[in-house]
């Protein structure tokens, strides 16, 4: 089993930049997929970003690509999403979400484990 924290939420203006942290507890995350997924008020839960667990292969929304780009430090027990370019567009709850049944997922259902999410607002 693993715990997700997720950290660097904020309050940014349009065009700028945020990184998330998610820090997971245990000695295995290096077995575990990766995602990040957001939330806006009245929306579903949507894909943003994976990464597989050895970090080799990752996987964007349409909606980020060549904007975001996630990471991982297996030595750190940490996933990151660098989030550049921001818009308005970006303002949801971001959650990171963990899997070991999968070395890389992009869907809700395919994740164990959720972080409690961290909001980030972007201001226009």
């Known amino acids: 089993q693993v715990q997700l924290v997720e950290s660097g939420g904020g309050l940014v203006q349009a065009g700028g930049s945020l990184r998330l942290s998610c820090a997971a507890s245990g000695r295995t995350f290096s077995t575990y997929a990766m995602g990040w997924f957001r939330q806006a008020p009245g929306k579903e839960r949507e894909f943003v970003a994976a990464i597989s667990w050895s970090g080799g292969n990752t996987h964007y929304a349409n909606s980020v690509g060549g904007r975001f780009t996630i990471s991982r430090d297996n030595a750190k027990n940490t996933a990151y999403l660098q989030m550049n370019s921001l818009k308005p567009e970006d303002t949801a709850v971001y959650y990171c979400?963990?899997?070991?049944?999968?070395?890389?997922?992009?869907?809700?259902?395919?994740?164990?484990?959720w972080g409690q999410g961290t909001q980030v607002t972007v201001s226009s």
């Open positions: 979400a963990a899997t070991r049944t999968l070395s890389f997922a992009t869907e809700t259902y395919q994740y164990n484990y």
